[in-house]
């Protein structure tokens, strides 16, 4: 049976890993100063929204690492439960270690497995594991890959930054974090210089021509080929989002296979349409649910609008938005910590320009703007303000239409646990 070349999911290397040249140019770079005797002079920081290909770059890292560089590579998931130097012995006791270090033939793996143990009863401070691991990688360089590094709780991420600072001095050893941007806020108040000398790699969406490939080089090879214009409104419907580009593949591999047919054409994109919106509609559906459980909806709208028919608005005006300049207050931590939550919900994304933002998972805001249709514009308007500033709700009467009294106080309560305000506790006012 043929089998779909294209993995629209989490995590499954696509049958092109198409336009991340720049990335993995950078960290190729960096990969060859791991033989030098100055070694690599930063971590790595790989960051972007969901479903935007942080876990399958990783992937290739993993692979690039041995094969070129003969690296032992440990790849990990941050922890609750688990203190740092046991999840590193533990993994360093999965096969994929044991395998790289037979190749050791000195060390076996009994007595590696030996050592580890031992290693554990032994280091209770943060040093031996530094030693350690300096150790193990002057035997074989070492590169430790943290997927999901914004999961990272504090005590265990302060560590893992401190022993990667320690080893990297004294051998080649190179730590690599991925994660969303929400790592950002995880990481700089556990070490903030380290933010700003780390090696930020930000991965937004594809190239048109990059998203062009990833549909059909596969679809090529496969003996199918695509008409130019049927191609074009496919990359156009794709957004060049990584999943929706692999789900689009997908589905017209299915069709095509379906058909018995190896040229996908124009009817042929139309009837599968329905299956993509379907499929697209699933995933925009709990990313609103996520916006709703934290009473996001009104001001996730009111920036959905300021980016109407826009690629691209400026800071300040995102700020301003936030704000909601109709309530006439602007407390500023509210509003840099609504954006910073927006942020983690992936709403709004930021790359390297730094000064501007851009929607995080595309056309979500279209869906936003439709979903939200049935918030009365006034109610609306006075949500968004009193989610901004609980305390002066009260002056907002006015805005709040017709609604019941009773529903106000609800609706304030809400408000108030959702974000976990102290009805009693003085905001301090801004501009
Ligand atoms: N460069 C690429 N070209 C084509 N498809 C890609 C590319 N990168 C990722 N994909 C596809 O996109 C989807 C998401 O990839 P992946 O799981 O790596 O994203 P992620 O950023 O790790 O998401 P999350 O934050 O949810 O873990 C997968 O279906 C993957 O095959
Ligand atoms: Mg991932």
Redesign the pocket.
Known sequence: MDINPF????????P?????DAAQNDIKKLLVKLDLPSGVPSDVLLY??????????LQWLEEYCIEEHKCRVLPIVPSDTMALKDQLMEALDTPQAQVTTERSSSLGISLLKALVKRTVVQSSQARSLVSFLIDLANKKPLVLLV??AHTMPAKWGRELLNVSQDVRKKAPFLLVL?G?PGLRDCLLPMKATFWIRTNKIP?GR?TES?ATD?ISTPLHNEGISIDPDVLTQVVTASQCY??F??LWGSILWDAAKEAKCDQIDQALLDKTRGAFDYKKGMLYQEYYEELKQQHMVPVALSIAQAFEGREAISDIELHDTVAGKHVGVNPPDIVLETVRELRKLDYIWQGSEGSVWHPGIPSLMTYVQTEAQNLEPDNSSALAGAWMHPQGALALKGAWGDLDDQVVDNLMDEIYEARRIDKGRPVEMGN
């Open positions: 993995q629209p999911g989490s995590g499954q290397m696509p092109l890993l198409a336009g991340r972007g929204p969901r479903g935007i290909g942080k876990t399958v770059l997927d999901e991925a969303t991965m594809l990059a990833a990584p999943y580009i692999q």
